[in-house]
C-alpha cells in the first residue's frame, strides 16, 4: 500500500510539480492575473500619474542632459582635481554661453528660412501633385491612379476628422492651452536644478537604494542598476550625438549645393533623427520636394548630399559612437518602433528602445535569478548560473572602481556564504 501511494506522489510530482511546461503556464497565469486586476484597480494609480505628470517632464530632461554632460564632468574633475560642483557650474556658465550665443546666431535664419518654407509649400505640393498626375495619366497605370486617389480621400478624410475633433477641443480649452504653456516653461525652469544635483549625487544613488535591500542582494541590485543606467546613458548619449552630427552635415551639405531653406531643413533632420532607422528618411521629404520643384539637377545633387550623409553617419559616425551597445537587432528596434509608437505615440517611438532596453536587462536578469533557485534545474545547472552571475557582477565592481578611483567594500560574510 504504501509503495503505491509513493508510486502516485511521484507520478503526480514528475508530471505536475516538477514539470516546467506546467510550472510555465502557472507562472503565465499569474501574470495575467496580476496584469488583470492592475487594469481593475487603475483609479488607486491616478495620483501617482498626476505626481508624475507634475514632476516627470524636468526629471526626463534633466535625465537627457545627465546622460549627456556626466562623462564632461567626470574627465573635467580627473584632470582638474576640482570639487565636483564647482566643475558643474563653470559647465553650466559655458554650456549657457554656448547656447545663447548659438540661438542668437541661428534662430533669426531658422525663422527667416521655415517661414518662407511654410508660405510656399502649398505651391511646391502643388506642383508636386501635378507632375504626379501627369504620370499617373498614363494609361497603363490608371488602375494604380484610382487606387491612390480612394487612398488619398480617405487620407484627406482621416485627417479633417482628426482636425475636427482635436482642434476644436484645442481651441475650445483655454485653459489647456495655458496650462501648457505653464508646464514647459516650469520644466525649462526646474530641470537646471534636477540636473544640477544629477551631476553633483547621481553616481551615489545606486548605493542609496540599495540600502533598502538585503546585505547578501546589494551587490547584485547595484550591478543591475549600472547596466541599465549603462544601457541608457549610452543610447541618450549616441543618439543625441549623432543626431547634432546629421544636423550638420545636412545644412553644411545644403548649404554648397545652394539648397533654398538648407540650415531649416538640417536642423529638422537632426531632430527627426531621434527617431531610429527611419528619422533621416522622414527629413529627406521636404528636401526633395523643394528640390523637385527647383530642378532635376537640384534633385540630383539632394539625393548625392543624402547618400554622401548616409555613408557617414552609417560607417564612420554611428559605429564610432553607438557601437553595438544595446545588441538588439534592427529587426526588434523595429517591431519596437512600430508597437511603442502605435500604443504610446511619438513618445513611445523616441523613448521606445531605450525603454526595451531597460525591460532586457531586468528579464535577463529576473530570469537568470530564477533559474540560479528554481528546483526545476539540476543542481549543476543552478551552480553554473550562480558562479556566472557572481563572476560578471566582480568584473562589473572592479572595473567600475578603476575607472572611478572607488574602493569597492569587501565580500560581507553572507555572500561569501552563498
Known amino acids: 500500500m504504501e509503495e503505491q501511494t509513493t508510486k502516485r506522489k511521484t507520478w503526480l510530482y514528475h508530471w505536475l510539480i516538477d514539470n516546467r511546461f506546467i510550472n510555465f503556464l502557472l507562472g503565465l497565469l499569474l501574470i495575467l492575473i496580476v496584469i488583470y486586476m492592475v487594469n481593475k484597480v487603475q483609479f488607486i494609480f491616478d495620483p501617482v500619474v498626476k505626481l508624475f505628470s507634475a514632476v516627470g517632464a524636468p526629471i526626463i530632461v534633466g535625465g537627457?542632459?545627465?546622460?549627456?554632460?556626466?562623462p564632461l564632468v567626470d574627465r573635467a574633475q580627473k584632470r582638474w582635481h576640482w570639487p565636483r560642483w564647482i566643475m558643474i557650474t563653470v559647465l553650466f556658465v559655458l554650456l549657457l554661453s554656448i547656447v545663447a550665443g548659438g540661438l542668437a546666431i541661428l534662430i533669426p535664419i531658422l525663422t527667416k528660412q521655415l517661414s518662407e518654407l511654410i508660405d510656399n509649400w502649398p505651391t511646391y505640393w502643388h506642383n508636386i501633385n501635378q507632375i504626379v498626375d501627369k504620370i499617373l495619366n498614363d494609361p497603363n497605370i490608371r488602375p494604380v491612379q484610382s487606387w491612390i486617389d480612394d487612398q488619398s480621400q480617405a487620407l484627406a478624410n482621416?485627417?479633417?476628422d482628426f482636425s475636427k475633433n482635436h482642434l476644436s477641443g484645442a481651441v475650445g480649452s483655454v485653459s489647456g492651452v495655458f496650462s501648457h504653456i505653464s508646464s514647459f516653461f516650469i520644466t525649462l525652469i526646474t530641470f537646471p536644478f534636477v540636473l544640477f544635483y544629477l551631476l553633483k549625487d547621481g553616481e551615489k544613488l545606486p548605493h542609496y537604494l540599495a540600502q533598502f535591500v538585503?546585505?547578501?542582494k546589494k551587490k547584485p541590485f547595484v550591478f543591475v542598476l549600472r547596466e541599465i543606467n549603462g544601457q541608457v546613458s549610452n543610447y541618450v548619449r549616441g543618439q543625441l550625438i549623432v543626431a547634432f552630427a546629421v544636423a550638420v552635415m545636412f545644412s553644411v551639405g545644403y548649404m554648397i549645393?545652394?539648397?533654398p531653406y538648407g540650415i531649416g531643413?538640417?536642423?529638422?533632420?537632426g531632430f527627426l533623427n531621434l527617431i531610429p532607422f527611419l528619422g533621416s528618411f522622414l527629413a529627406m521629404v521636404p528636401a526633395v520636394v523643394v528640390a523637385i520643384f527647383i530642378s532635376p539637377i537640384m534633385l540630383l545633387k539632394v539625393l548625392i548630399v543624402f547618400m554622401i550623409e548616409q555613408t557617414l553617419e552609417g560607417k564612420v559616425i554611428s559605429p564610432k559612437?553607438?557601437?553595438?551597445?544595446?545588441?538588439?537587432?534592427?529587426l526588434t528596434v523595429i517591431v519596437v518602433l512600430l508597437s511603442a509608437g502605435n500604443i504610446f505615440g511619438l513618445a513611445g517611438v523616441i523613448f521606445g528602445i531605450p525603454g526595451y532596453a531597460v525591460l532586457k536587462v531586468l528579464i535577463v536578469h529576473i530570469y537568470d535569478y530564477w533559474k540560479s533557485n528554481s528546483m526545476l534545474?539540476?543542481?549543476?545547472?543552478?551552480?553554473?548560473?550562480?558562479l556566472k552571475q557572481l563572476a560578471k557582477i566582480d568584473t562589473a565592481s572592479s572595473e567600475f572602481a578603476q575607472n572611478n578611483g572607488v574602493i569597492e567594500p569587501e565580500k560581507n560574510s553572507d555572500e561569501s556564504a552563498e
Do not use: C, T, W
Request: proline share 5%.
Open 214 to 216: 538585503p546585505n547578501s
Open 257 to 259: 549645393i545652394g539648397m
Open 64 to 70: 537627457i542632459f545627465y546622460y549627456l554632460l556626466n
Open 265 to 269: 531643413i538640417g536642423v529638422a533632420a
Open 321 to 330: 559612437v553607438l557601437g553595438d551597445s544595446l545588441k538588439i537587432h534592427p
Open 158 to 160: 482621416n485627417l479633417k
Open 377 to 386: 534545474f539540476s543542481k549543476e545547472e543552478r551552480q553554473a548560473v550562480r
